[in-house]
């Protein structure tokens, strides 16, 4: 049906019988593409027909297949945590608009290019994404061999995958790892598995104190310490790396205790784990731990060594 000209309509009966439906059900699917593609039908009363209003492709609303689906799911939750999108529902219209725009920009003439991001590195890891989300969805059992940086062969991990995670340009797949001397929740990296990971059968339960919607709630970066307890941890700013740490918080919620011209004092509350003292170590002494006093004492150790690695070397 690819009549949109102005005298050019289609009847029901006709198009019914050409489809080898009934007038009922093709009133079905004219609703439905009208409703849920997008599809400029329209009815003209004098000729007592049907037409689309302007050149439609039923293929633009057609639905994506399983893969793209998946990348598409983990791009809008990309742009979602980022605030891009919050509120936003004309997303279907924006997106067409920089479809045409892009047709227009595609001429002899290029302008200079004006906006630039950082580099981003092909990630292996990635290739397990539709598998993983695949499982967990589907509540599957799965096994595959895991390469850890210490280990000079790759361990078999059977497994029951809970949820997906992305934290510093990684992806990371966490749950159960039917290992009794490991916690009972475990995280791996994409990138460090071999092979193809494979499904092995059903889980049904997961454990009564795992709850997805609070399990990162007091976490910075992935690491979640066995039997850590949130504590308050109160870090002083120089008032530059202050001013950057409020333009671009690398955690929240946060409370600003004291702001003055030479420091701004925030309190966070957290369970201390070692991400957080890589994160802090790279602030250098543009931050420093006011509490919990075992914090202090580990950045303390961990500048010490580096110290000490430094003085060896020369």
């Not at 289609?10 to 050409?18: G, P, W």
């Not at 997303?91 to 004006?114: F, G, M």
């Not at 499982?135 to 096994?143: D, F, G, M, Y």
């Amino acid at each position: 049906m690819n009549r949109y000209t102005s005298g050019n309509v289609i009847k029901l009966e006709q198009l019914a019988e050409e489809v080898g439906i009934s007038v009922r059900m093709l009133n079905y699917h004219i609703e439905h593409m009208r409703q849920e593609l997008n599809a400029p039908f329209e009815y003209d009363p004098k000729l007592k027909g049907w037409r689309y209003s302007e050149p439609y492709d039923i293929v633009d609303g057609m639905p994506f297949r399983k893969q793209e689906v998946v990348m598409l799911r983990i791009f809008m939750e990309m742009m979602e945590k980022s605030g891009q999108f919050k509120d936003f529902t004309p997303l279907p219209t924006v997106v067409q608009r920089i479809n045409r725009a892009s047709k227009r920009w595609a001429t002899d003439t290029v302008p200079e290019k004006a906006i630039y991001f950082d580099p981003i590195p092909q990630y292996t890891g990635a290739k397990h994404l539709d598998f993983f989300l695949s499982a967990i969805e589907q509540h599957k059992s799965v096994e595959f061999y895991y390469q850890a940086f210490h280990a000079t062969t790759a361990k078999l991990v059977p497994f029951h995958p809970w949820f997906l995670r992305h934290y510093d340009r990684r992806w990371y797949v966490g749950g159960w790892s039917n290992d009794p001397a490991e916690l009972f929740v475990r995280t791996f990296p994409l990138e460090r598995i071999q092979g193809t990971p494979t499904a092995t059968g059903f889980f049904h339960d997961k454990p009564a104190q795992y709850n997805a919607q609070t399990y990162w709630q007091n976490i910075y970066g992935i690491t979640v310490p066995p039997n850590g307890k949130v504590e308050d941890i109160v870090l002083r700013f120089t008032a530059i790396q202050g001013a950057y740490f409020l333009s671009t918080p690398f955690y929240e919620p946060f409370t600003v205790l004291e702001k003055t011209e030479e420091h701004l004092i925030i309190q966070l509350q957290l369970i201390p784990n070692i991400d957080l003292q890589r994160k802090l170590a790279s602030l250098a002494n543009d931050v420093t731990v006011l509490a919990p006093e075992s914090l202090r004492r580990e950045m303390a150790t961990f500048f010490q060594r580096a110290l000490a690695e430094l003085q060896d070397e020369t």
